[in-house]
């Protein structure tokens, strides 16, 4: 069973449109973290969020732990913003041992 | 800011033969760890370790050793290369105390 579930796959939007993205968990984990890839890039760190709300620039991510669910919105989306977003949890906490959801493909049209 | 470097870039090895990926970062972080990141699979851990002399096993292990001379330097060494482990291989460092893992750059190793 995959640990970590991530939808959509892929998102299509015109820009300034706004963009939700979800994350599910088969396990309770209070240590989630949003990344940024460009295509052939490296990850980028976006936000750490265990629990509640938490809002970086145009992104903002909600952490329900008992619901084992994690979304990232992106606001006024821009053609830059277009890339995969992963989203990753620690099984055991405080391990630092990441695991990652295979991803959204974000395409933002101008 | 955070470096973590990558070598090489590209690496094109022939099956059997042995590979060694190398790693380094400059934020005098305890932990490293080695991913792959495969087409549907997201990515996964294979190796990582706490300080310099510390390896422990990921998720996927099989096939691959690492090693952590240094607290800047871990490697990861496919002593017998497969097919199968073709794929983009990333490095990442990240403090005990911290939430955030930096990534390197990425390998791409093709074993044919």
């Known amino acids: 069973e995959q640990q970590v579930q991530q939808s959509p796959a892929s998102l299509v939007l015109q820009e300034a449109e706004n963009a939700e993205l979800q994350c599910s968990f088969s396990?309770?984990?209070?240590?989630v973290q949003w990344f940024y890839q460009r295509p052939g890039g490296r990850l980028v760190s976006l936000l750490y969020?265990?629990?509640g709300t938490k809002q970086s620039g145009r992104l903002t991510s909600t952490t329900v732990i008992k619901e084992r669910r994690s979304s990232l919105h992106i606001s006024s989306s821009q053609i830059t913003d277009s890339g995969t977003y992963l989203c990753?949890?620690?099984?055991?906490?405080?391990?630092?041992?990441?695991?990652f959801g295979s991803g959204t493909q974000l395409t933002v049209m101008p | 800011e955070a470096a973590v470097t990558q070598s090489p870039r590209n690496k094109v090895a022939v099956t059997g033969g042995k590979v060694t990926l190398s790693c380094n970062q400059t934020?005098?972080?305890?932990?490293m760890y080695w991913y792959r990141q495969d087409t549907g699979h997201g990515l996964r851990l294979i190796h990582y370790?706490?300080?310099?002399?510390?390896?422990e096993k990921g998720d996927i292990p099989d096939g691959y050793k690492a090693s952590r001379p240094s607290q800047e330097n871990f490697s990861l060494i496919l002593e017998l290369a497969t097919p199968s482990q073709t794929s983009v291989y990333f490095c990442?460092?990240?403090?005990?105390?911290?939430?955030?893992?930096?990534f390197g750059p990425g390998t791409r190793l093709t074993v044919l």
């Open positions: 990753a949890m620690d099984p055991s906490s405080g391990s630092w041992q990441l695991i």
């Open positions: 990442a460092s990240g403090a005990p105390t911290g939430y955030e893992q930096y």
């Open positions: 934020n005098n972080h305890n932990n």
């Open positions: 969020n265990p629990s």
């Open positions: 396990i309770f984990t209070n240590q």
């Open positions: 370790s706490y300080g310099a002399g510390s390896t």
